[in-house]
């Protein structure tokens, strides 16, 4: 039987062969009587570590069924998870029986709601079966580190369930180019005629729109008649779904340098500066859909309620196409996004939809 002492060598620059003798000592090893609090290479103070470094220092990892030291720097370099591994905390059956929502409710109200009464506190957590506070904060990580993961395996399927829509779609467009449903009208494409419906849409003139495009408005009038025939005859929308990424990304082909009325001049800056900071703030995105929606019932233009916060419509477009594929694949954003509405609905409809806005 190896003694203590001589299970942990430092063989960090050698090869297998240099210490091949040490290896077969681990491998005749009892490794189900390891214990990593005691055994050698366990850090018995248990301090918190960097996290952003691996703290698998052992040459030599056994096949073990049960966790040890290895395990418990790699997985729980820092925090409370890390204390209670090492304590070899459970769950109380108290907690087990209750729903994960019930139990997290719970719990994190009884956290919320501690004050300087330590005896109150204490009475409340040992009746759910906790020994004492860092078992009780223990517990609370646990049913976030079991929310957390429900949610990336949320998101895993929905981000699977995309890519086969995605690939899908793809396969229509294909089918639809090789048709000919795509095939430009009068020398106008798609991605054209989306554009241009998009720099209209944002308070371009026609007259500059046709310019650009270099038609007129009869020719202009068939070709949109036609597209339109087409995406309406077209049950795979794939066509929809070519126009739809041309009209939200409108600044391309003939219209890559043209800017609309809306946009030119001195409002330049203002509006990208709104188009930034809505793309960089989801919160910010929630309280505009509100404000919109709140403005509409009261009778206010959604158009000029963008425009308080430095969008066009095209921006607003453009916003949405950012955001709204974000959301379908992401759990925890589209919980937000509830929460937010429920929050801004009300500030809205608490005073005039134009009102108190806090930029």
């Not at 002492?5 to 062969?17: A, F, M, R, S």
């Not at 026609?206 to 049950?235: C, H």
Request: one cysteine or more.
């Amino acid at each position: 039987m190896s003694t203590v002492n001589e299970l942990y060598q430092n063989v960090t620059g050698k090869n297998k062969d240099e210490y091949r003798d040490y290896l077969t000592q681990l491998d005749r090893m009892n490794w189900h009587s390891y214990d990593y609090s005691t055994w050698p290479c366990a850090d018995l103070s248990f301090q918190n570590l960097d996290a952003s470094e691996n703290h698998d220092v052992w040459p030599f990892k056994p096949n073990l069924n049960e966790p040890h030291w290895v395990d418990l720097n790699n997985q729980f370099p820092v925090g409370i998870r890390r204390y209670g591994y090492v304590h070899k905390f459970e769950m109380p059956e108290q907690v087990r029986e209750l729903s994960h929502d019930d139990a997290s409710n719970i719990l994190n109200e009884i956290k919320n709601s501690k004050g300087d009464n330590d005896e109150a506190f204490n009475n409340q957590i040992q009746e759910y079966g906790f020994s004492n506070e860092k078992h009780f904060l223990w517990g609370i990580a646990l049913l976030d580190d079991a929310q957390e993961k429900a949610y990336d395996a949320a998101d895993d399927f929905l981000k699977e369930q995309q890519a086969k829509l995605d690939a899908q779609m793809n396969s229509h467009i294909e089918a639809a180019e090789a048709g000919g449903l795509l095939d430009p009208i009068s020398g106008i494409d798609m991605e054209t005629w989306a554009a241009a419906n998009a720099k209209i849409a944002g308070g371009m003139d026609l007259e500059e729109v046709l310019q650009v495009v270099g038609t007129e408005k009869p020719i202009w009038d068939e070709v949109s008649a036609e597209w339109n025939a087409r995406m309406s005859q077209d049950t795979t929308f794939a066509i929809a779904k070519v126009y739809g990424d041309a009209f939200t990304n409108s600044n391309i082909g003939k219209f890559s340098s043209k800017e609309t009325n809306e946009e030119s001049g001195a409002e330049t800056n203002t509006a990208n500066s709104g188009l930034t900071n809505v793309m960089e703030d989801f919160e910010l995105y929630v309280k505009i859909m509100c404000h919109q929606n709140m403005g509409a019932t009261q009778g206010k233009d959604a158009a000029s309620i963008l425009q308080e916060y430095g969008l066009s419509v095209n921006d607003w477009s453009s916003v949405g196409a950012h955001w709204t594929p974000k959301m379908a694949t992401d759990t925890r954003m589209a919980l937000k996004m509830g929460e937010l509405m429920e929050k801004y609905n009300a500030e809205f409809a608490s005073a005039k939809a134009g009102d108190d806005i806090d930029f």
